[in-house]
Every structure is written in structure tokens, then in C-alpha cells.
């Protein structure tokens, strides 16, 4: 089973930018959907960005929606997140995922139930 190694976390002040990373340990062309979610102390787990390998299409759940980029290489099996204009309530614990797809589409594409692998987890800490 695919593995994934997220990188890229850290802390900065609202307005700031990060970069997020997830590596896969192995090319698994069958894994269309990548995408990133989130989870804050006592809150549930969010979609945040679904990318397709394959047909490039992408995903955003609204209140990333021009702040966030994700986007992926696939010669080096990595998948990144571009985080601008971050803002406190962006603090969590950020997880990359992979998930089948179809051809073209990421079917399901906000529900946790249709990822299939989980990297663990990078800390992102915005302050105001």
C-alpha cells in the first residue's frame, strides 16, 4: 500500500504563507485523486483540496477558495498545497490522501469514506 509523508507545516502569522508537501513512497497510477484535509483541536476532519493526476481538474472547499493552490508533480509522485493569506482559523493538523477516481472526475470528492490511504499529518499554527 501506498504511503504518504507529509512535510512542509510550521508556524506563521496571519497574512503569511506555507507551503505543504506529501511524498509517495511508490507511483500507483490507479490512485487518480489526491487531495489534502484538515482537522483542528476538537473539530471533525475537513476536506480542504482534491487534485486529479490525470486530468488536472481541481477542488476547493470554499473558504480556501483563492488563498489555497494545490497541485501536483507526478514524476516525483509529490503532491503540494500553497497556503496564502492564512488566517487563524486555518490552524490544524493537515493529512494528505489518495483516492481512486474515475477517468476524469474525482467522484465524492470532500468525503473522507473515498480515501483510501493517509499520510499522518503536518501541524499548521497561524497566529494573528
Known amino acids: 500500500q501506498v504511503q504518504l509523508v507529509e512535510s512542509g507545516g510550521g508556524s506563521v502569522q496571519a497574512g503569511g504563507s506555507l507551503r505543504l508537501s506529501c511524498a509517495a513512497s511508490i507511483y500507483t497510477p490507479s490512485w487518480r485523486c489526491m487531495g489534502w484535509f484538515r482537522q483542528a483541536p476538537g473539530k471533525e476532519r475537513e476536506w480542504v483540496a482534491t487534485i486529479h493526476t490525470i486530468a488536472g481538474s481541481t477542488y476547493y472547499t470554499d473558504s480556501v477558495k483563492g488563498r489555497f493552490t494545490i497541485s501536483r508533480d507526478n514524476p516525483k509522485n509529490t503532491l503540494s498545497l500553497q497556503m496564502n493569506s492564512l488566517r487563524p482559523e486555518d490552524t490544524a493538523m493537515y493529512f494528505c490522501?489518495?483516492?481512486?477516481?474515475?477517468?476524469?472526475?474525482?467522484?465524492?470528492?470532500?468525503?473522507?469514506?473515498?480515501?483510501?490511504?493517509w499520510g499522518q499529518g503536518t501541524q499548521v499554527t497561524v497566529s494573528s
Open positions: 490522501a489518495a483516492a481512486l477516481g474515475g477517468a476524469s472526475t474525482c467522484p465524492s470528492v470532500s468525503s473522507r469514506g473515498a480515501y483510501k490511504s
